[in-house]
């Protein structure tokens, strides 16, 4: 990112944005980024020092310093601290200070924000959709899944007041969360990817999982943009809120014949998809890096939004051929682990069965001989019946082993055909020793699960263990974290 592409903000304007005071003279500091996490911090960063249940960022202060940091956000004075001190009364609220702070500038500056939400596809559209904005000139996007209470803030705290295009991913745990987020966010264009129930453990219903994605809507500016799954079961409830909150337009994507941006047809090649699409009814063919006929879904809503950004969608689908490799996203690498050759399908970012049943789909004109999959967690009452409607799609693949991670993959496996082979893990540094134990020359390995089940950690000691020799496509997509 370029360097009109990033804060910059100096001890004053730090001060009044969180409504702090210097503990002592700061000098002439200039930040260029803030960071909760000292193992984060760069030359230039303001640390945050959050106080937490298990950790107190007033205890690593040091840390933050050697790491590059010229200034730490506190609540409390300590002794002989390594860097200049701003002190607040509560460090969570000076990041939603700042963060409110910096969307205000940037959105003076003629900036515009895109915020995503949805059950699934989340980060991978933002990653997608600022792929597209830095061919195309530039942006500002949320890292990683930064979704959350902290992770909006602390996105939009390091918006530079410019008019470049931002892009915030937003999740939720629970009702009201989105409303605060997309209230600090602001977003000219609000995108609802899709409503699933991957947040099944924290809702009654599916309804009520649309209603608190809707909450998006709750703080898209006067006259916004609104853009909407016409496929999806809740569109018409979706829409009705999106009108009710005030905005200006609602843009449409999906297979239905009246969806503005009109995904046609796909065609898979070895490592990629031609996807035939109608944009606003002007017919329009691409390549796009990845297999998976959900990610042709998804660059609909992106091309959406770059129209309403006033950009040019069809160029821009010119650069999706190189659009690929997201990590823990179904990334593709080939390599040696355990003294043979394999492939490595590493789609465990995360999980819940809509994602699920979209990655077996992508398998399917070339099934992997081993699979490694972990519980899918936060599902509530329909974690069994959830688990158990895994198989059928297990038993068309057929893969030779399966290794599980969980009682509730454990006890799916138990209802699959003797042709494969099941092994349950009581761990993930289990499951890898299981792999090297059965691997075979030229196995195909597929490994996905929720993050707080293990099977991110699978693939990360292949990968680490594995001689990478090459990387291509991508397979599959995760539920991102609600």
């Known amino acids: 990112m370029s360097a009109a592409q990033t804060m910059s903000l100096d001890a004053t304007m730090l001060a009044t944005r969180s409504g702090g005071n210097w503990i002592s003279d700061p000098g002439a500091i200039i930040t260029s980024s803030v960071e909760i996490d000292s193992r984060s911090c760069t030359k230039g960063s303001l640390f945050a020092a959050l106080s937490g249940q298990h950790a107190d960022g007033h205890d690593y202060l040091h840390a933050a310093a050697g790491n590059g940091a010229v200034a730490a956000l506190v609540e409390r004075a300590t002794d002989k601290a390594p860097l200049p001190l701003l002190r607040v009364t509560n460090v969570q609220q000076a990041l939603n200070s700042l963060g409110a702070a910096g969307r205000d500038a940037h959105a003076a500056a003629g900036g515009k924000l895109v915020g995503i939400t949805g059950s699934v596809g989340k980060t991978g559209s933002k990653e997608m959709l600022a792929h597209l904005l830095r061919a195309s000139g530039g942006c500002h996007a949320s890292r990683a899944s930064f979704n959350n209470h902290l992770g909006v803030p602390l996105t939009l705290a390091a918006l530079p007041a410019a008019p470049v295009p931002a892009i915030q991913e937003i999740g939720m745990n629970a009702p009201g969360e989105i409303t605060a987020l997309s209230s600090l966010a602001r977003p000219d264009i609000a995108i609802i990817t899709r409503i699933a129930d991957s947040h099944a453990g924290f809702f009654d219903s599916l309804e009520a999982i649309a209603a608190a994605k809707a909450e998006i809507f709750d703080g898209l500016r006067a006259g916004g943009t609104a853009i909407l799954n016409r496929d999806d079961a809740f569109f018409e409830m979706l829409a009705e809120h999106a009108r009710n909150a005030g905005a200006g337009r609602i843009v449409t994507f999906g297979t239905d014949a009246e969806a503005d941006f009109r995904l046609c047809d796909t065609s898979r090649g070895e490592d990629h998809m031609t996807v035939t699409a109608s944009l606003n009814g002007a017919s329009l063919s691409f390549t796009l890096g990845m297999r998976g006929s959900h990610w042709a879904m998804n660059v609909m809503a992106v091309l959406a939004a770059l129209d309403a950004l006033g950009?040019?969608?069809?160029?821009?689908?010119?650069?999706?051929?190189?659009?690929?490799?997201?990590?823990?996203?179904?990334?593709?690498?080939?390599?040696?682990?355990?003294?043979?050759?394999?492939?490595?399908?590493?789609?465990?970012?995360?999980?819940?069965?809509?994602?699920?049943?979209?990655?077996?789909?992508?398998?399917?004109?070339?099934?992997?001989?081993?699979?490694?999959?972990?519980?899918?967690?936060?599902?509530?009452?329909?974690?069994?019946?959830?688990?158990?409607?895994?198989?059928?799609?297990?038993?068309?693949?057929?893969?030779?082993?399966?290794?599980?991670?969980?009682?509730?993959?454990?006890?799916?496996?138990?209802?699959?055909?003797?042709?494969?082979?099941?092994?349950?893990?009581?761990?993930?540094?289990?499951?890898?020793?299981?792999?090297?134990?059965?691997?075979?020359?030229?196995?195909?390995?597929?490994?996905?699960?929720?993050?707080?089940?293990?099977?991110?950690?699978?693939?990360?000691?292949?990968?680490?263990?594995?001689?990478?020799?090459?990387?291509?496509?991508?397979?599959?997509?995760?539920?991102?974290?609600?």
């Open 311 to 482: 950009l040019d969608a069809r160029k821009a689908a010119g650069y999706l051929d190189d659009f690929n490799e997201l990590p823990g996203r179904g990334a593709v690498s080939k390599g040696r682990f355990a003294d043979v050759g394999i492939t490595l399908i590493d789609d465990s970012y995360n999980a819940g069965p809509a994602s699920m049943a979209a990655a077996f789909s992508s398998l399917a004109a070339a099934p992997p001989q081993v699979m490694v999959l972990s519980d899918m967690l936060e599902l509530g009452d329909g974690t069994a019946a959830a688990h158990a409607a895994l198989a059928p799609a297990i038993t068309t693949l057929r893969p030779r082993l399966l290794v599980t991670i969980g009682q509730e993959m454990s006890r799916m496996a138990a209802a699959l055909p003797c042709a494969t082979r099941h092994r349950a893990a009581d761990s993930a540094a289990h499951a890898t020793q299981l792999l090297r134990n059965h691997i075979r020359d030229g196995d195909t390995v597929f490994i996905k699960g929720s993050n707080g089940s293990g099977a991110w950690r699978v693939a990360a000691d292949l990968t680490s263990a594995m001689s990478t020799t090459s990387s291509v496509s991508t397979v599959g997509e995760t539920t991102d974290a609600a």
